[in-house]
């Protein structure tokens, strides 16, 4: 069973990727440090850019597109050593490398689907071992527990 704190945080790393006006995938991101909320972020465009569906392939989306735990980086504006991160979908190596970059020691984030780790596993894979050889922690949250009333 998780905590009553890991589940708030969890629900708002929800709630702030609901904000992605990406049709696919919603990601968000929280960032804390002894049960404060230090940042968030969402997956999205930079502000100022265009982001209409319509008008830029999938490519050009991915091109142009700031990943949830980079925005919650960037908007944080402080010092991140030792806070910890929430995220609704497992880091990519590029945020991986960010996050342990910044100091951040804990990285929390639902256990993967089938579905996603057919996607996904190789980069999931590569995350892992950066989080293992610069020893940022992986905390795996049991999906049963999330959805629970809090």
Not at 30 to 48: A, C, D, E, L
Not at 116 to 133: N, P, V, Y
Request: net charge negative; with cysteine; hydrophobic share 40%.
């Amino acid at each position: 069973m998780i905590s009553k704190w890991a589940q708030r945080f969890y629900q708002m790393a929800v709630l702030v990727g609901s904000w992605s006006k990406d049709p696919s995938t919603q990601v968000g991101a929280v960032i804390t440090k002894q049960n404060r909320i230090v940042s968030v972020g969402f997956n999205g465009y930079p502000h100022g850019i265009s982001d209409s569906a319509m008008t830029d392939d999938r490519e050009m989306k991915y091109l142009k597109t700031l990943h949830a735990e980079e925005n919650a980086i960037l908007f944080a504006k402080r010092d991140l050593d030792g806070c910890e991160i929430w995220v609704t979908h497992f880091p990519c190596p590029n945020c991986a490398a960010k996050i342990i970059q910044t100091g951040i020691s804990s990285v929390h984030c639902p256990e993967q689907t089938q579905d996603f780790l057919s996607r996904w596993g190789e980069k999931i894979k590569i995350s892992q071992e950066m989080f293992l050889q610069a020893g940022v922690k992986v905390n795996w949250l049991p999906i049963d527990d999330l959805d629970s009333d809090i």
